[in-house]
């Protein structure tokens, strides 16, 4: 399983995976579909501080725009799917290499 971190609008956070193939984000461009393996994190824009959405790139290209999304699918590391809607998401992180146990905390 990939590790894949949601932030919340209230700072709670939830380790799992993203189960969505790819974003879409209406940019200056037009519409553009971004596979998620290719994406770092995307910001949504509904945080106090962003004017717009944006989908930030491995490849270090940074997208914004409107990012189509209602609900984000995701599986938890417990396996449990949940469909996140888009109002409770501040930041969602894309293979971060988070680990739910930090070392020597046994």
């Known amino acids: 399983m990939r590790h894949d971190l949601i932030v919340g609008r209230r700072g709670d956070s939830?380790?799992?995976e993203v189960q969505e193939k790819s974003f879409s984000i209406r940019a200056a461009f037009g519409r553009i579909r971004v596979e998620t393996k290719r994406i770092t994190w995307v910001h949504l824009k509904d945080a106090p501080d962003?004017?717009?959405d944006e989908?930030?790139?491995?490849a270090g290209d940074?997208?914004?725009g409107?990012?189509?999304l209602q609900t984000?699918?995701?599986r938890t590391e417990a396996g449990e799917l949940l469909k996140v809607p888009r109002a409770a998401i501040h930041s969602i992180l894309i293979g971060a290499g988070f680990s739910v146990r930090a070392p020597g905390l046994d």
Do not use: A, N
């Open 14 to 16: 939830l380790h799992g």
């Open 72 to 74: 984000l699918r995701f």
């Open 62 to 64: 940074h997208l914004t």
């Open 50 to 52: 962003l004017e717009q």
């Open 55 to 58: 989908i930030w790139l491995k």
């Open 66 to 68: 409107t990012v189509e």
